[in-house]
């Protein structure tokens, strides 16, 4: 247990239920609530599993609160069932208990043999505790503050300093939190920025509790114009700027102007301000995202048909029309929209040379996810691990991405949206298409989304940085805690994978397909090249915005063709001629006619059949969907052991050159950045017997089926805020 972890409540002779159609796997233990999670304590081993990957923070049957979607009793006896809101009372004496998780999972335990009374009073613990109705009441706060009274206790003996360092790739590189002016100023000069400069006048939160307190604008715009004009930007959210490409031309956030008789002069300082930060003084290109992409609500409704079809019982029914369903869930195409607009926008700013600015209402929400997926596109920095997170903290928690409420952590939000997860999909599939040119793999980006819903850390728990130090602050206060010169308590930074993995676990995060600057893909003694198919260019974009007037080239001027993937945003689109499109539909043929560079631009292929569901993700819970000794898993740990092989014959090269002792050459041999290696005695050309396709996950024990008696599945899987009739609740009595 952490530190300031304490248990709620508990109950004996509980069974966790494996199988749906025999009870001979299931396991008999211990059910525990605590202010952190729900944990199943057994000394039965997991029938039918050779492998789990250790959490440090959660064993192997741990729940955390704030990980629960929803939470059923069901007595079969009198043939009730109820779900648990907070404060509820239950009028029987439940049999069962079925957990439903928001990454897929369904959890049940059968009470036959427990005091009923216990098994009520744990049930209503676990329904209050993970549905708590103030945000200072998650375990993060609790445990921060008794780190600050008691520094001696650590999150599994480390100190987590607040801040995430902790190792972020092989060379123990740290991550840019952004929370300082010298972490913008290095993004600066990273980049090559020279006419943005970094702005404090936020300093304190004075002008937007919604903005960073440090962020980058034009040098030309000077601290009282930035004042003056954030009046009219709703949220008073002042354009952000993004990234700078090498030539010169910048990606800005920009939330909507609400003062109308003000708009078009505002918007004219802020784009002449932006031209004059471009050293040719090209244009600017406006996109606003409201009109081209799916709204938060559109992608919500997607991801709660997704769910349905992912965890749908009995899973062999739906399989003649698993395709079909699929696509009417909508949530391949709006991935294919993101990365379609995205690709649009890198061609803008690519061929055009021109600054791009993404507008939309607040600036928080499909802007993050637009911005991200055009540097991650364009700069091969945000292709590794570090540079990932750098990107996740500077895009979406310094930006004001609202992740508490969209990750619906208090479980009362009604803006629920799962944008962060159609990022990490985005990103997924430009690492299946372009697998050496990612430093992490998929198994990365899948615990990077599970950890989202662990309530320890910070990173993911606000909906902007000023509330965490205001809502921090407040909690100390209460607390009588000390904070000195600090801003708020510093909570655990999810960037420090030390506090939940092994360094030895750490290493799936690493992608063996992944080819460094340095290391150059040898074949028969020359430079592979890797090259793209012309027939491919028919899933690329097409379209090209026409004359430029007052300096300024509109999303309006996009003219989509027959076939195009282009989002069709007006009719009166059409009005324009064919020829407009040439810039861009030459641009892409020639891109996709070329050997693709692993250390520049990246475009996503957009045909139907390249787009695909990120089945690691979504199917790691489904045993049906288990595929034994098979799945990606095989060829990573072939591609691994040939890596490990290859990195250990270059460290065997310049140890012969360098003629160091033997001692130092054991020491660098032991540092393989692969999780399965050539030189261990344990490794074989043989894929171990552990391996599936939901590795490093496992299935087994985490899904309840139509057979289990008062299961309000299909009623959970229509997104209903409450799945039982109101006939049923009526007559629970």
């Not at 600090?486 to 397909?513: A, I």
């Not at 300024?552 to 076939?563: A, C, D, G, V």
């Not at 689109?573 to 810039?583: A, H, V």
């Not at 000794?629 to 990573?636: L, Q, S, Y």
Request: proline share 5%; aromatic share 12%.
């Amino acid at each position: 247990m952490q530190g300031s972890e304490i248990v709620v409540n508990e109950v004996n002779f509980v069974r966790k239920c494996i199988a749906t159609d025999t009870s001979q796997y299931d396991l008999w233990g211990k059910l525990v609530c605590t202010n952190f999670k729900i944990s199943f304590i057994t000394d039965d081993p997991m029938p039918l599993q050779k492998f789990h990957y250790k959490n440090l923070l959660l064993g192997e049957h741990d729940v955390p609160l704030t990980c629960i979607e929803q939470i059923v009793t069901v007595n079969d006896t009198k043939r009730k069932q109820k779900v648990l809101g907070p404060n509820q009372k239950l009028k029987f004496n439940p049999t069962e208990l079925i957990i439903y998780c928001k990454d897929f999972r369904i959890v049940r335990f059968r009470f036959d043999e427990a005091g009923p009374e216990s098994a009520k009073k744990v049930c209503l613990a676990i329904a209050h505790y993970s549905q708590p109705t103030d945000l200072q009441l998650l375990f993060a706060f609790e445990y921060v503050g008794e780190i600050y009274h008691n520094p001696a206790k650590k999150v599994n003996g480390i100190d987590p300093g607040g801040g995430g360092s902790g190792i972020g790739s092989a060379s123990g590189q740290q991550t840019p939190l952004f929370e300082t002016y010298s972490d913008w100023d290095r993004e600066i000069k990273r980049t090559g920025a020279s006419e943005w400069r970094v702005c404090s006048v936020n300093e304190g939160y004075m002008i937007s509790t919604c903005l960073p307190e440090y962020f980058v604008v034009p040098s030309s715009l000077a601290d009282q114009d930035l004042k003056l004009y954030s009046y009219s930007f709703i949220g008073r959210r002042m354009p952000l700027w993004s990234w700078n490409h090498p030539n010169g031309s910048a990606l800005v956030r920009m939330a909507n102007i609400k003062d109308v008789l003000q708009q078009r002069r505002i918007d004219q300082r802020i784009c002449n301000a932006i031209t004059r930060s471009h050293p040719l003084r090209s244009d600017v290109y406006k996109s606003d995202l409201d009109k081209c992409l799916p709204n938060i609500q559109e992608i919500q409704a997607a991801h709660t048909k997704l769910k349905q079809l992912c965890v749908n019982e009995p899973f062999e029914e739906t399989e003649e029309k698993w395709l079909s369903s699929l696509e009417n869930t909508r949530w391949l195409e709006y991935i294919r929209s993101f990365l379609k607009h995205s690709a649009e926008l890198v061609y803008m700013m690519e061929c055009k040379h021109v600054s791009v600015v993404l507008q939309e209402e607040e600036g928080r929400d499909l802007s993050c996810l637009a911005a991200s997926l055009i540097q991650v596109m364009l700069d091969p920095y945000f292709r590794t691990i570090v540079g990932f997170q750098s990107l996740i903290q500077k895009e979406w928690v310094m930006a004001g991405y609202q992740f508490l409420d969209r990750c619906n952590h208090l479980k009362r939000s009604d803006k629920e949206s799962p944008l962060f997860l159609m990022f990490l999909d985005c990103v997924w599939q430009l690492l299946e298409q372009y697998p050496a040119a990612f430093e992490f793999s998929e198994m990365y980006l899948t615990i990077l989304y599970d950890s989202a819903r662990i309530s320890l850390f910070g990173t993911f728990l606000f909906n902007c940085p000023h509330q965490r130090v205001k809502e921090s602050t407040e909690f100390a206060i209460s607390k009588n805690i000390q904070l000195g010169d600090e801003k708020g308590l510093k909570f655990p930074c999810v960037w420090d994978w030390s506090l939940q993995f092994t360094s030895r676990d750490r290493l799936l995060f690493h992608n063996p397909w992944y080819i460094g600057k340095s290391a150059p893909c040898v074949q028969n003694g020359a430079v592979k090249t890797f090259k793209r198919s012309k027939k491919n260019y028919s899933s690329t974009l097409r379209g090209v915005p026409p004359a430029l007037k007052n300096g300024i080239i509109s999303e309006q001027e996009f003219l989509p063709r027959r076939n195009s993937l282009i989002l069709k945003l007006k009719p009166d689109f059409l009005q324009q001629t064919e020829s407009q499109s040439n810039s861009m539909e030459q641009y892409f043929r020639d891109w996709f006619a070329k050997p693709v560079d692993l250390h520049g631009v990246i475009l996503p292929h957009l045909s139907g059949t390249q787009i695909k569901l990120w089945k690691l993700c979504y199917f790691r819970w489904v045993p049906e969907a288990q595929i034994n000794h098979g799945g990606f898993i095989t060829a990573f740990h072939k591609v691994s052991l040939l890596a490990d092989e290859v990195d250990m014959l270059n460290r065997n090269l310049r140890q012969y050159k360098s003629n160091s002792s033997l001692q130092g050459s054991c020491s660098e041999l032991d540092q393989s950045r692969m999780y399965f290696r050539a030189n261990s005695l344990n490794d074989t050309s043989e894929a171990p017997d552990f391996l599936s396709s939901s590795f490093p996950f496992s299935p087994v024990g985490n899904l309840c089926r139509r057979s289990i008696l008062g299961t309000p599945l299909s009623k959970f899987l229509s997104g209903a805020k409450i799945w039982l009739s109101t006939e049923t609740l009526a007559n629970e009595d």
